[in-house]
């Protein structure tokens, strides 16, 4: 009989990095002959400002409400692309659950629970410590698994750290995906901890390729810079601008915080609402790409492209551990001159190999498959 996996993440957002590593983590687990399916839980904290109308934000932040209204056709494109794509891709389980009290039925539709990746130990992300994300609700003997659950910064409060002890004693397997939050998920776990690896770095480039052969949109013609901003940066649309200007390059750009004309200076045309099929395209066929996106940074690597990264507020931590464990901090801003610096990919290759079997034999132990790959 096929054993089920049940799978809680942050999968409902319209966030490329949340759709794609819910996706990539699914289709390895089914590939290894599981029934792996998504637990449609939405945390209502996460998904608030993915929403067509942020009613919750108007007392405070009333102009949000005329936002809404102008990028309403916009935000529509957006959620139809990701609902089309969750739709094909992710297996997932029934109706999206809202209340902590209705998870309690799912406590044992499954042999196997795995929480992560993505944030869902982040308490800003989720609003504060969030029980579900730890597994509280299953209710039977089915082993419970951590993979690469991110907690972002370290700073959580004292009382977060204990009221989360408890939870992290009753899983079978536990990894984490940043190294700064090893030493301090071990003191609360009781044993040792694995650093594993997104779960989007899991399948190679042409895993994602594939996707991008089905979608109807042309590839866009001429070289071209691409620039996923997931938060506000002068800096970097300064540099954008410039190596625009020096290269003779159009810019291509995805924001989903600056809906209007982000780079005045230089030729550049917006994507946003595009699907996640389109933003692997975009990054596959750029010439060049600049972020500040975890996300957008491996899929650079994966496609071999020549990036730069900048710092982020939220997710650096991450951005720095995976760009130390491959040999390749240097792309970390800099100047214009860093990103036309041709990396060897031969060796970055060898590195990810490496770390990529050490996070799929501990998936592989954690789910009781006898023989390594």
């Known amino acids: 009989m096929t054993k089920k996996v049940g799978i809680i993440t942050l999968h409902y957002a319209y966030n490329y990095g949340s759709v794609l590593q819910a996706y990539a983590l699914q289709k390895v687990i089914n590939d290894w002959g599981y029934n792996a399916n998504i637990i449609n839980y939405v945390d209502r904290h996460d998904f608030i400002n993915y929403q067509l109308f942020r009613w919750q934000h108007y007392l405070t932040r009333p102009r949000e409400i005329a936002a809404d209204i102008v990028f309403l056709r916009k935000n529509l494109r957006r959620k139809q692309a990701f609902r089309h794509f969750q739709e094909k891709y992710l297996h997932i389980l029934g109706r999206p659950v809202y209340k902590d009290e209705d998870m309690r039925e799912l406590g044992n539709a499954f042999d196997y629970y795995i929480t992560g990746s993505d944030q869902v130990w982040n308490f800003k992300v989720t609003g504060g410590v969030n029980p579900i994300y730890f597994l509280n609700f299953v209710n039977h003997n089915a082993s419970k698994i951590a993979y690469a659950p991110s907690m972002g910064e370290l700073d959580q409060t004292q009382t977060d750290l204990q009221a989360i002890e408890p939870l992290l004693r009753k899983f079978d397997h536990m990894s984490i995906r940043e190294k700064s939050t090893k030493k301090r998920i071990e003191a609360l776990y009781g044993r040792p901890v694995q650093v594993t690896v997104d779960p989007t770095l899991l399948l190679d480039s042409k895993n994602y390729a594939s996707l991008t ?161």
């Not at 395209?281 to 990264?309: G, M, P, W, Y």
């Open 213 to 373: 052969e089905k979608i109807l949109q042309p590839t866009p013609k001429g070289k071209y810079i691409f620039v996923y901003l997931l938060e506000p940066n002068n800096t970097l649309v300064d540099y954008v601008q410039k190596l625009a200007a020096e290269q003779g390059l159009l810019v291509i750009y995805i924001s989903n915080i600056v809906k209007g004309n982000v780079f005045g200076n230089v030729t550049s045309n917006s994507e946003y609402g595009a699907s996640p099929e389109r933003f692997l395209q975009l990054i596959k066929n750029a010439t060049f790409v600049v972020t500040n996106s975890f996300h957008a940074t491996i899929f650079s690597i994966l496609f071999e492209r020549q990036f730069v990264t900048f710092k982020t507020k939220k997710s650096f931590p991450r951005m720095l551990d995976l760009l130390q464990t491959i040999g390749l901090e240097d792309r970390v801003s800099g100047d214009t001159k860093t990103i036309s610096n041709q990396i060897d990919y031969s060796h970055v290759e060898e590195k990810l190999n490496i770390v990529r079997a050490s996070s799929l034999e501990y998936l592989r132990s954690a789910l009781d498959l006898e023989h390594a790959l």
